[in-house]
């Protein structure tokens, strides 16, 4: 089955830095990778996603790029800001089966 | 438009106790997840199913059974509870792109 690794675990920033977290999966059928926020005690929520056809896509401060050679993706955020403080989370799936997480990385922006 | 509910949103159960967890989804997605969420060990499947009538084990399935009878709901069970089930349990659904999640329930095992 998938495995996805994620890194760092954890990451902190001061304001106005970028932050970047990276993921690594091992199946090469895998396709779609989403990435979601959860606040503490909060849903996870998507925040943005990528499908293997495309090599990158934005949304305002927050970028995702896939290498499919390599099997590695990343999230990017600009211009951190204290509400992008959170847990970020990678996953991949191929198809319309299930996603695999990875374990999560902590962001810390300092104000 | 709800989204997805979990119920409960908190509860305790004794070792040994059974108890069961709804899920309900409103826009009528086939796909339905359940997932566990431990300290550093991120999101885990329990169970999934892919349309109404069907079940799947995920990649934690021991201990818990499902039941999708109807496509709006996700039945959770803890037959016989063991305090190693402490958990935050999520359900999500899915139509073709990323899941939506319920808000999740905080189960504790004593």
Redesign the interface.
């Known amino acids: 089955?998938e495995n996805v690794e994620?890194h760092p675990?954890t990451l902190s920033v001061q304001e106005g830095d970028s932050a970047v977290i990276k993921c690594t999966y091992s199946d090469s059928a895998s396709n779609?990778f989403?990435w979601?926020k959860q606040e503490l005690g909060?849903?996870?929520?998507?925040i943005i996603?990528i499908r293997s056809n495309v090599g990158e896509k934005k949304d305002q401060r927050i970028a995702v790029t896939l290498n499919k050679t390599a099997k590695h993706f990343s999230l990017h955020i600009t211009e951190t800001q204290p509400e992008d403080s959170a847990v970020y989370?990678c996953a991949a799936s191929s198809g319309?089966s299930?996603?695999?997480?990875?374990?999560?990385t902590m962001l810390l922006v300092s104000p | 438009n709800a989204g997805v509910t979990q119920t409960p949103k908190f509860r305790v159960l004794k070792t040994g106790q059974s108890m069961t967890l709804l899920c309900a989804q409103d826009m009528n997605h086939e796909?339905m997840?359940w997932?566990r969420q431990d300290p550093?060990?991120?999101?885990?499947?329990i169970h999934?199913s892919?349309g109404e009538g069907t079940t799947a084990k995920?990649?934690v399935p021991d201990g818990y059974n499902v039941s999708r009878l109807k496509k709006q709901n996700f039945l959770l069970g803890l037959e016989s509870a063991a305090p190693s089930q402490t958990s935050v349990y999520?359900c999500a659904s899915?139509s073709?792109?990323?899941?939506?999640?319920?808000?999740?329930t905080r189960l504790t095992v004593v």
């Open positions: 089955g994620q675990s779609y989403p979601y909060k849903r996870p929520q998507l996603d989370f319309y299930t996603l695999t997480f990875g374990k999560g | 796909y997840y997932y550093g060990m991120g999101l885990r499947l999934y892919v995920g990649e999520f899915r073709g792109g990323g899941y939506t999640f319920g808000s999740g």
